[in-house]
């Protein structure tokens, strides 16, 4: 890696527009959307920010990360042509495993309109077993990681409120 890893950002953003094929009906970003939205955010951080590529780095290595769970709560609609800012960040990491965070919020308001959880197993994708991350990438987790290493005790709905009144008490609401 090029950039000195103790400068780089633990929480990288993306402004996107969301794009009418993604929309239902009513104008809204279809709840269906919303992980691709935040998946195709953290590759793009993660290619400009970090300078990683997921998919050279599988090519190399012969290993590559596959979600394994996921949890979304929908708070605001995000409507059709609105520009939105994605944020993302990695929680926790282990041997074999991460969690990342994405929120999507207002540009204007800093308004919190979904946040998800995912959670990645890395894998050997020659042999279809899980895999051990590498010495470097524990060293680099180390740097950009909110929580750290381990597994946190924090379930997805005290991290929702928690953050619902962060984003209350920077707003004046």
């Not at 953290?42 to 949890?71: C, F, L, P, T």
Request: a negative charge.
């Amino acid at each position: 890696m090029d950039k000195d890893q103790s400068t780089l950002p633990q929480y990288p953003e993306s402004t996107v527009r969301i794009r009418f094929e993604d929309s239902d009906p009513f104008g809204h970003l279809n709840n269906g959307r919303y992980v691709d939205y935040f998946m195709n955010a953290r590759e793009d951080q993660m290619r400009e920010v970090y300078q990683r590529d997921i998919y050279e780095h599988m090519r190399q290595s012969g290993k590559a990360w596959v979600v394994a769970s996921s949890q979304i709560a929908y708070l605001r609609e995000a409507k059709y042509n609105e520009e939105v800012i994605i944020r993302t960040n990695l929680r926790w990491f282990t041997a074999s495993d991460l969690l990342t965070e994405g929120q999507m919020l207002d540009p204007e308001t800093g308004a919190l309109k979904s946040v998800v959880w995912m959670r990645f197993a890395y894998l050997d994708v020659r042999k279809g077993t899980k895999a051990t991350h590498e010495p470097e990438l524990m060293d680099f987790y180390k740097t950009i990681a909110i929580v750290g290493e381990g597994k946190e005790d924090l379930f997805f709905e005290q991290r929702v409120k928690e953050l619902r009144a962060l984003a209350s008490a920077s707003s004046g609401a």
